[in-house]
C-alpha cells in the first residue's frame, strides 16, 4: 500500500469522523482508495499530474463534473491537490465478456452519444485535445530519451503512425472519453455508469468507438453495428476502413502507454506484460487493416 499517498486521504478536512481508507485496486495512473465516513461510503483518487501522459487533473475533474452533471458518472463531492473524493458506486465492474454482450453494447453506446454530445455543454475552464496521432509522436520521442529497450521499433511506429493518421482524414470534432476499457464502466443493476476520465478530450468519435473495440475485442460484425447504429446512416468500405485505422491507433498509442509507463511508472504493476500483450493486439489490428488496402 502506498501509505504516503493513504495518509494524504485521512488528512484530507473532508471527513466528518475519522476514517480507515481501505486500497481499492485497478488503478494504474493513480491510487485509489474506499472510505467509510458515517454509514456514506465514498471513492478518493490519489494522483498528481502525469505531463508526460498528457494527464492534468484539472481536466479530469472537469470532465468528471460535466458527466456527472449529464448523469453517466459519479457526483465528485470534494477535491483538493492531486485529490479528489466521489461518491461510492455499489455495482458490478465490467469485464471485456460483459461489453460484448449486445445489450450492454446498447447501453454502452448510449453512454458515448450522451459523453460527445452533451459534456461539452456543462463542461467548465480550460479543456485538453486528445489527439492519438500527436500521442503516439509524444510517446514515441518520451521514450527515446529514456532510452527505451524498444528503441528499435520506433522508427517503424513512425511510419505506420503517419500512415493511419492519413487513412483517417479529416474529423468531426466532439468530446471524448478516450479510454474505453471494460473496468470503467460500472452496472449498479438499474443503470450505467461511466468512469476514469483521465485521458477525456476533445477529439473524433471514432477514436472511442475504436478504442472501444480494441480494447475489448469486439467482433467485426458488432464493429458494423457500432458504425451504422452511432451514424445513424448506411455504412460504407471507408468507413469501415477509417475505424480499422483508428483500432491500429489505439492500439499502438496503449503499446506506447506503457512502453513509456515502463521507464517512468513507479506504481507496481507489470507494465512489460502489458506491454507484450497490446503490441501483440496491435500486430494483428494492422495486419487486419493491410489488408483491406
Known amino acids: 500500500m502506498d501509505t504516503s499517498a493513504r495518509d494524504r486521504v485521512v488528512n484530507l478536512d473532508f471527513w466528518s469522523s475519522h476514517v480507515v481508507p481501505e486500497p481499492l485496486g485497478g488503478g494504474i495512473t493513480n491510487t485509489n482508495f474506499i472510505v467509510d465516513d458515517q454509514g456514506e461510503r465514498f471513492v478518493v483518487r490519489v494522483g498528481d499530474d502525469i505531463p508526460l501522459h498528457g494527464i492534468m487533473r484539472f481536466n479530469e475533474i472537469a470532465a468528471a463534473r460535466a458527466a456527472h452533471a449529464v448523469g453517466i458518472s459519479p457526483e465528485i463531492v470534494h477535491s483538493a491537490d492531486g485529490v479528489f473524493i466521489m461518491r461510492f458506486i455499489e455495482g458490478r465492474t465490467f469485464s471485456e465478456k460483459d461489453v460484448r454482450e449486445q445489450q450492454n453494447l ?3 453506446l448510449h453512454l458515448i452519444r450522451v459523453c460527445h454530445n452533451e459534456i461539452p455543454k456543462h463542461f467548465k475552464g480550460p479543456a485538453l ?8 509522436r509524444n510517446y514515441i520521442l518520451t521514450a527515446k530519451e529514456g532510452n ?3 528503441m528499435d521499433f520506433f522508427p517503424r511506429f513512425l511510419d505506420i503512425n503517419e500512415e493511419l493518421e492519413k487513412t483517417v482524414g479529416e474529423i468531426n470534432l466532439i468530446f471524448g472519453h478516450n479510454d474505453l476499457l471494460a473496468a470503467n464502466f460500472i452496472d449498479d443493476g438499474k443503470r450505467l455508469w461511466l468512469l476514469d476520465w483521465d485521458y ?3 477529439n473524433t468519435a471514432l477514436f472511442d468507438l475504436a478504442n472501444l473495440s480494441s480494447n475489448n475485442e469486439l467482433s467485426s460484425k458488432q464493429e458494423d453495428w457500432i458504425l451504422e447504429t ?3 446512416q448506411p455504412l460504407t468500405d471507408r468507413l469501415r476502413r477509417r475505424l480499422a485505422a483508428m483500432k491500429c491507433a489505439s492500439l499502438l498509442r496503449e503499446t506506447l502507454w506503457s512502453i513509456v509507463s515502463e521507464i517512468h511508472s513507479t506504481l507496481d504493476f507489470d507494465y512489460v506484460n502489458y506491454t507484450s500483450k497490446n503490441l501483440s493486439r496491435f500486430e494483428n489490428a494492422y495486419d487486419a487493416f493491410r489488408q483491406m488496402s
Open 106 to 108: 446498447e447501453r454502452i
Open 200 to 202: 477525456a478530450g476533445y
Open 129 to 136: 485535445v486528445f489527439w492519438p496521432f500527436h500521442v503516439c
Open 148 to 150: 527505451s529497450r524498444m
Open 230 to 232: 452511432y451514424h445513424q
